[in-house]
């Protein structure tokens, strides 16, 4: 219930987050957000191994999803979050 709580509290912020995975699914990226929660994301494989801005979209028990932060209106994706 707290991960979850915390998972829902960090929807809307953008961070930066190493993708350091394939996804299960095709096109999805995976890693890692500041606070280690499990985050993924539709982007190309050229990002995979990169720190990458990312805006947090919606929270599950156990992961985070996520969109590139350049997709998303407004966003600074320079921005990060110091832990």
Known sequence: EQQRD???????ETMSVLLDRRGR????LAGRSPYMQAVHV???????GQLTALTLTEAHTN???A???TQTEGADPARELSV
């Open 6 to 12: 915390f998972n829902l509290s960090s929807v809307g």
């Open 25 to 28: 699914k095709p096109g999805q």
């Open 42 to 48: 539709s982007a190309p494989d050229h990002l995979l």
């Open 63 to 65: 992961s985070l999803a």
């Open 67 to 69: 969109v590139l932060a």
